[in-house]
């Protein structure tokens, strides 16, 4: 399968603050780079792509930056808030349609 | 908002016995999957469906199970002679096209296998 892992499996941020979440990917062919949160008892929650011919994508308080020469991932997220507290993770998308994920980091954020 | 649904929410069964999860994707969506997740580890991939059959499927994905569209709407994952290390979330996905990473997840099926 492909392998799609992150640097820290927790991360504590204060309220706030902002927070980086990385990631490492290994498939130089996937087309679509992913994040997704997971709260507690839920589904996986899309929350930013970013094809793999760009190197950064804003959304709202969140920013995608892909570096395809260290394949590398990450998601940061501005002015944490409690509710950004979650598991999150990366995952890809070949040009397959097959969506794979990596291991997830737990952000956790203190008011 | 559309959103996909799975039933049951949590399915316990002994060991051997076969179970049913369920799924309705969202309504225009053309890809299905199922994905895998025990407790506290990562989402893993088990099986992608488009145009009435597999596109692909994992090495989790063996003889125990299947997947069917029975009709327009259901989208269901058998598994066969459950083990206890089938014990998981088990998350239905679909997506209306190719052109994007958004997956749409359901919120769950737990299986606890005795």
């Known amino acids: 399968g492909e392998s799609v892992g992150l640097h820290l499996p927790t991360l504590s941020v204060q309220e706030g603050d902002n927070s980086i979440i990385n990631c490492a990917y290994s498939n130089s062919a996937s087309d679509y780079f992913i994040w997704y949160k997971q709260e507690s008892g839920k589904g996986p929650q899309f929350i930013i792509d970013i094809r793999s011919n760009m190197d950064k994508r804003q959304g709202q308080r969140v920013t995608v930056l892909l570096n395809k020469t260290v394949k590398h991932l990450s998601l940061q997220i501005a002015a944490t808030q409690p509710g950004d507290s979650a598991v999150y993770f990366c995952?890809?998308?070949?040009?397959?349609?097959?969506?794979?994920f990596g291991t997830g980091t737990s952000l956790t954020v203190i008011p | 908002e559309p959103e996909v649904t799975q039933t049951p929410s949590h399915q316990v069964t002994q060991m051997g016995q076969e179970v049913i999860l369920r799924c309705v994707p969202i309504s225009n969506h053309l890809y299905f999957y199922w994905y895998r997740q025990i407790l506290g580890q990562k989402v893993e991939f088990l099986v992608s469906?488009?145009?009435?059959?597999?596109?692909?499927k994992s090495e989790i994905f063996d003889d125990q199970f299947s997947v069917e569209r029975p009709d327009g709407s259901n989208f269901t994952l058998k598994i066969r002679s459950t083990k206890l290390e089938d014990s998981a979330m088990y998350f239905c996905?679909?997506?209306?096209?190719?052109?994007?990473?958004?997956?749409?997840f359901g919120e769950g099926s737990r299986l606890t296998v005795l």
């Open positions: 996905a679909s997506t209306p096209r190719i052109m994007s990473g958004e997956l749409f």
């Open positions: 995952a890809e998308k070949t040009f397959g349609n097959q969506f794979y």
């Open positions: 469906f488009y145009n009435n059959e597999i596109s692909e």
